[in-house]
């Protein structure tokens, strides 16, 4: 059974940093890419980062360019979203998915992990 | 960037409607549009994928059509488990995205 178990999140100030995890178990971890997607309160779905099977290629929505780094860690199963400088607008329930890559679907889900940014 | 647009925003049903959500996008996905349901509280489940493959383990009565841009999600005949949030999302191009969602309420 596929499994991904998000951590890491919590309250944080304005200008701060959090780093989220992402433990995955139930498939062969270094043949696919990984997603960090978001939804801030009581809104829609959001794609933040995407890696690729072996780390070599990155992807970022405009909105975190240059304040978050995705890295995965594939002897561990494990996906990290490091968050830098984050601003009020970073509050949301932060998903880790399972991705095939391009034209493919997010077919699992973790339970999320929220994250606050708030002084 | 492809934008989605999804139809209705909300919707009243009851346990045994038909119910189709429509999705269109602002240029053509192929056959590249993914379906999920959202249940609150809960992590997004996929439902369909490039546009008419039903994920395994889904119940039948959800099936998708489409191609281009414009794609429609149906519910064969609603059970009180499917009172949810329905989301399309485009994988045809980066950055990937996700329509507003429609809301399936009990009428």
């Known amino acids: 059974e596929v499994q991904l178990v998000e951590s890491g999140g919590g309250l944080v100030q304005p200008g701060g940093s959090l780093r989220l995890s992402c433990a995955a178990s139930?498939?062969?971890?270094?043949?696919?890419?990984m997603t960090w997607l978001r939804q801030a309160p009581g809104k829609g779905l959001e794609g933040v980062a995407s890696i690729k099977k072996d780390g070599s290629e990155k992807y970022y929505v405009d909105s975190v360019k240059g304040r978050v780094t995705i890295s995965r860690d594939n002897a561990k199963n494990s996906v990290y979203l490091q968050m830098n400088n984050l601003r009020a607008e970073d509050t949301a329930v932060y998903y880790c998915a399972k991705w095939r890559g391009s034209q493919s679907e997010f077919d699992h889900w973790g339970q999320g992990t929220l994250v606050t940014v708030s002084s | 960037d492809i934008q989605m647009t999804q139809s209705p925003s909300s919707l009243s049903a009851s346990v045994g409607d038909r119910v189709t959500i429509t999705c269109r996008t602002s240029?053509?996905?192929?056959?590249?549009l993914n379906w999920y349901q959202q249940k609150p509280g809960k992590a997004p489940n996929l439902l369909i994928y490039?546009?008419?493959n039903l994920q395994s383990g889904v119940p039948s009565r959800f099936s998708g059509s489409g191609s281009g841009t414009d794609f429609t999600l149906t519910i064969s005949s609603l059970q009180p488990e499917d009172f949810a949030t329905y989301y399309c999302q485009q994988s045809y191009s980066a950055p990937l995205t996700f329509g507003g969602g429609t809301k399936v309420e009990s009428k």
């Open positions: 240029q053509s996905a192929s056959i590249y």
């Open positions: 139930g498939f062969t971890f270094g043949n696919y890419w």
């Open positions: 490039a546009a008419s």
